[in-house]
């Protein structure tokens, strides 16, 4: 639904914005430099705690840090506000392509990121629990909410965002870091009364039956694709914030819903690549007759088939998996790597590049499975009929395309 949602009035929107917090997480380096770059200048930067910090910084620190910042920002008039609106957004990354999406709000009663869910706004991926609490530390005091979040919708006919309009330019710059170039519009009125209508249409029990053959399952509407944990974090704060407020304070008190980004997985911007897995220090001699047998025994009833390729030395084998879902497919790989390291020794970690995966594998000692690229038409169905995607399951382009902080809205 559309939202008032907050832009920098005269700040330099190079230095107000930066990249979500989750990334870099293992360069520290990267968040001084963009902090020397920043100095006195309002920015997001000022708003959030980098993951890279969170093993050398004093988090309830950093919290109140952060919520004075958020204080003295509204108070000193850094923001203006855009009314009752969706925000256009259109994004030109770093791969040559142009990511479109529409920036409004998400309905935390209608999601749950916990296993088992049957949400219409459904987790793609398992949430870490333990990377929620210092950043439930710190938006349950925050007076601002600055979102990262990207979710998906399932509209091959492009009927939502195919149907906005031309509206009030309201940010067109270059992100920092080579991020590439972002331009938001307006989108209000009856132009917003359009989208939203487009997007009830995709809610159409018959739609979504014939689509997914539900079976009696729920199904998902919109997706996650990327901040989940951001979005795990609003809604565990709203389940303790709901609990104190009346059934009318319930239905319109800010927390309760969250910023998000809105992006059609078809749009042309969006490839999922695979997260391989790669064994290290472990015993190799079984580990091709091992693979097989594992997959050959771990097929189920879907329509579908997947191939693996296996690596280990100088030899690689290919073999077919029938009737799972690709996140079916995906967690019988991870299951297979965690017995295979209890069994065999040695440890497992998650590699992007295919080239790499098959350079690690041929050191003694080691072996990879690769797992297949997946067309993203089958996201939606297999959170349908199998669950969430184990952790590190697909990666959604480089870092530097991820989403950077930009907008924000008021949560108290």
Not at 381 to 395: C, L, W
Request: hydrophobic fraction near 35%; charged fraction near 30%.
């Amino acid at each position: 639904i559309p939202g008032d949602i907050l832009l920098p009035k005269d700040a330099d929107p190079a230095l107000w914005s930066v990249i979500a917090c989750d990334q870099y997480t293992s360069e520290p380096e990267y968040w001084d430099g963009v902090d020397r770059r920043v100095g006195d200048a309002p920015s997001t930067l000022r708003m959030i705690l980098p993951e890279a910090y969170l093993s050398t910084h004093d988090a309830d620190t950093e919290r109140d840090k952060i919520n004075a910042t958020m204080r003295r920002y509204l108070a000193d008039g850094v923001f203006r506000t855009v009314e009752n609106s969706f925000i256009y957004c259109e994004r030109e990354l770093t791969v040559g392509k142009t990511r479109r999406g529409l920036l409004g709000l998400i309905d935390l009663e209608a999601y749950d990121y916990r296993a088992g869910s049957v949400s219409p706004v459904r987790a793609t991926e398992r949430t870490v629990e333990s990377r929620l609490p210092p950043r439930v530390q710190i938006r349950l005091q925050a007076e601002l909410e600055l979102p990262h979040i990207v979710v998906f919708i399932d509209d091959p006919e492009n009927t939502v965002l195919g149907s906005v309009g031309q509206g009030e330019t309201l940010y067109d710059f270059d992100l920092m870091d080579g991020g590439g170039h972002i331009r938001g519009t307006r989108v209000a009125g009856a132009d917003a009364e359009r989208i939203e209508a487009a997007l009830t249409a995709l809610t159409d029990p018959a739609l979504l039956d014939k689509r997914y053959r539900l079976d009696g399952r729920p199904p998902v509407v919109i997706a996650m694709g990327d901040g989940n944990h951001s979005l795990a974090t609003a809604r565990l704060c709203w389940e303790r914030i709901r609990e104190k407020l009346s059934p009318a304070e319930r239905e319109r008190h800010p927390a309760r819903f969250a910023l998000a980004e809105l992006v059609n997985i078809h749009d042309e911007s969006v490839a999922f690549e695979p997260i391989h897995r790669v064994l290290f220090d472990t015993q190799t001699d079984t580990f091709f007759a091992d693979a097989r047998d594992y997959f050959a025994r771990s097929t189920g009833e879907e329509e579908t088939s997947h191939e693996l390729r296996l690596t280990c030395g100088s030899r690689t084998e290919t073999i077919t998996v029938k009737g799972l879902t690709i996140g079916k497919l995906i967690e019988t790989a991870q299951q297979f790597c965690e017995r295979y390291v209890v069994i065999r020794g040695g440890h497992l970690d998650y590699i992007h590049d295919d080239e790499t995966v098959f350079s690690m594998a041929a050191r003694p000692g080691c072996a990879g499975v690769l797992l297949p690229v997946f067309d993203k038409s089958e996201l939606f169905p297999s959170v349908i009929r199998s669950g969430t995607f184990p952790a590190k399951s697909f990666s959604i382009g480089p870092a530097r395309d991820k989403r950077y902080y930009l907008e924000c809205r008021k949560i108290k």
